[in-house]
């Protein structure tokens, strides 16, 4: 008597191990990402809210000190006035930031991210 062999359908565990493991690793790249990204989005908001709202009329150290109070209720912690590059134009001035974030991962692994963002005056 001859026995026919079936072929194997479905997933294996081996497979169902690796897709487990690159999902596990996404989340908790987002985990981590997700603190960094809300902080730099408050950023963007209060600088674009700034040059609608013509608070970039006054001088350098006014801007800054406008940039700090806002900041300072959105929790805003990674960057501060200080760090913001002020160019004077008409109808206000041109608000630019540039800075990294270094977002520890697991062990000796981290990410880089170089994030940046200019308001202009409407």
């Given at each position: 008597?001859?026995?026919?062999?079936?072929?194997?359908?479905?997933a294996?565990?081996?497979?169902?191990?690796?897709?487990?493991?690159?999902?596990?690793?996404?989340?908790?790249?987002?985990?981590?990402?997700?603190?960094?990204?809300?902080?730099?989005?408050?950023?963007?908001?209060i600088?674009?809210?700034?040059?609608?709202?013509?608070?970039?009329?006054?001088?350098?150290?006014?801007?800054?000190?406008?940039?700090?109070?806002?900041?300072?209720?959105?929790?805003?912690?990674?960057?501060?006035?200080?760090?913001?590059?002020?160019?004077?134009?008409?109808?206000?001035?041109?608000?630019?930031?540039s800075?990294?974030?270094?977002?520890?991962?697991?062990?000796?692994?981290?990410?880089?991210?170089d994030?940046?963002?200019?308001?202009?005056?409407?």
């Amino acid at each position: 008597m001859m026995r026919c062999r079936q072929r194997q359908r479905g997933a294996g565990l081996f497979g169902l191990i690796f897709w487990v493991a690159i999902i596990v690793i996404a989340m908790v790249v987002g985990m981590r990402l997700v603190p960094v990204m809300t902080e730099y989005f408050a950023v963007t908001r209060i600088m674009d809210g700034m040059a609608r709202g013509g608070d970039t009329t006054g001088s350098q150290n006014e801007i800054r000190a406008s940039f700090n109070r806002k900041a300072s209720v959105d929790n805003v912690t990674s960057v501060s006035g200080e760090d913001l590059e002020i160019v004077k134009a008409s109808g206000g001035a041109i608000l630019w930031i540039s800075y990294g974030k270094k977002v520890p991962l697991a062990g000796p692994v981290s990410l880089y991210l170089d994030l940046s963002h200019t308001s202009m005056p409407k």
